[in-house]
């Protein structure tokens, strides 16, 4: 590829590690890249510039930032490896001394990190930047081989659970103004994306940090007023933020999905109070129990933290027997480790790795029961998906409905990017497979028929 003064343009190539957030901020990074001029490549090759953004929710997410940036040195020693997000942000030192990085860039300066590169490939002096105040961030105009795009329209958080690094890592709660959000999804739904999934550290917190006449319903509302927009996606929110206001656009609006992911970290409100996470698993359960009453056929996803300091037996099968009842659709499993900063780092009664495993297994198992009594009871059910990807091992076009189940579907005709009716039939392991209804699967024969005759 030849750049427009006639020299081979330079590669870059990114990966990100961690939450919804980290991969809206590395549309940002990609972008910047691309508007200068540099050629993207897939991460596995070989390429003149390597960023990593990574992340550091847990110890095995340091090791796998470490291992992506040792990865991208032996595929070429003399690229620019350039490491950021929350692991850089939080041990910028141990980072510099990895073998190949040339330069670290905080959370807050990741939206001029082009800039910071260029100025860093006159001085060639290996640097870790230091912290600026306020992360603004450009637009993103694209979103990596989707058919949904995120929107982070909040970074931040203020809730200092006792377990996470997070405040620590993005600072405190910070909202995009409504007029960027919109600016954005004008541009993202001119480009054809049909699903916007609105991204946030803690989603809830969106407007306090503005006016207090401004929060999560409310920018809903307006986004849902947007002609080209088909459909809304929240990503995470937490209890305490679901206000009745809220449930009552999920219950009405048709554009915003059946879905919501529900950290419950803990279903013992004995470890949730050391977790300081503002709700008790009788608060959880009861919230839970009204939802579904009021969106039938919801999806409602999780989080658990497994083997937090002090969580005995009993607590445990506390867990386990909320996790049983709310029959979560899809429910993530983490294991506790202990986070510099962080209040628990200090806590007594550590859970032995062993015990930790066992938990997460039998959790694990639960899930899948879970997510499969959650299909049977669409079986047969018309569904709206939207579909994101082929896969051609299995023949079948991939795409999530409204309320998160994974469909796949058989068509003659590609049907990447396109929202399309289908009847689910069948249950395979984590997916639905789903019949065309008759008006796409005539179509598309139809087709099929004319381009081959
Ligand atoms: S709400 Fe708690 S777990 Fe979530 S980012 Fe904030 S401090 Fe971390």
Avoid at 164 to 171: A, E, L, N, S
Wanted: proline letters at 3%; charged letters at 25%.
């Amino acid at each position: 590829m030849q750049s427009t003064t006639g020299q081979s343009k330079k590669t870059f190539a990114v990966a990100t590690l961690g939450c919804k957030v980290n991969k809206y901020d590395s549309q940002v990074i990609i972008e910047q890249f691309q508007n200068n001029d540099l050629n993207i490549v897939d991460f596995s090759q070989r390429a003149d510039i390597y960023i990593i953004n990574t992340c550091t929710v847990t110890k095995k997410s340091n090791k796998e930032s470490r291992r992506l940036i040792r990865n991208a040195f032996k595929k070429n020693s003399k690229a620019r490896i350039i490491v950021t997000g929350c692991y850089a942000q939080n041990s910028p030192q141990e980072i510099l001394r990895i073998e190949g990085v040339s330069l670290v860039i905080n959370n807050k300066d990741k939206s001029r990190i082009f800039k910071e590169y260029q100025s860093f490939c006159q001085k060639k002096e290996k640097i870790s930047l230091p912290r600026s105040n306020f992360h603004k961030t450009s637009l993103i105009k694209d979103f990596s081989q989707k058919s949904r795009a995120f929107v982070k329209i909040q970074d931040g958080c203020n809730q200092f659970c006792s377990y996470c690094i997070v405040p620590f890592v993005r600072g405190r709660s910070c909202s995009k103004p409504i007029n960027d959000i919109q600016e954005e999804i004008d541009l993202l739904t001119a480009k054809g994306f049909k699903e916007i999934v609105l991204v946030g550290i803690n989603l809830g917190q969106y407007g306090k940090d503005i006016s207090s006449s401004i929060d999560l319903p409310k920018v809903i509302k307006k986004l849902c007023q947007h002609p080209k927009l088909y459909r809304l996606r929240l990503s995470s929110i937490n209890i305490p933020d679901i206000s009745e206001e809220l449930i009552d656009l999920v219950a009405k609006d048709s554009k915003i999905c059946k879905h919501l992911h529900i950290p419950l970290q803990s279903g013992s409100s004995f470890i949730l109070k050391k977790m300081n996470r503002g709700y008790t698993s009788k608060e959880y359960e009861k919230l839970i129990n009204y939802l579904k009453s009021r969106v039938p056929g919801i999806g409602i996803t999780t989080d658990i933290l497994v083997g937090f300091p002090g969580e005995e037996d009993v607590h445990f099968n506390e867990t386990y027997e909320l996790v049983k009842e709310l029959k979560f659709s899809r429910t993530h499993i983490f294991r506790y480790s202990p986070r510099p900063y962080t209040k628990a780092c200090l806590f007594l009664n550590k859970v032995p790795d062993k015990i930790k495993k066992q938990r997460s297994d039998t959790l694990k198992e639960l899930s899948t029961q879970n997510m499969i009594y959650f299909m049977e009871k669409h079986k047969e059910e018309r569904v709206k998906v939207l579909i994101e990807e082929y896969k051609p091992s299995l023949k079948l076009y991939f795409g999530y409905s409204s309320n998160y189940i994974r469909v796949g579907v058989r068509s003659l005709r590609t049907i990447v990017g396109k929202i399309i009716e289908v009847s689910v039939k069948e249950i395979k392991k984590d997916y639905m497979v789903g019949e065309l209804l008759p008006s796409i699967s005539i179509l598309s024969s139809y087709l099929f028929c004319f381009f081959f005759e």
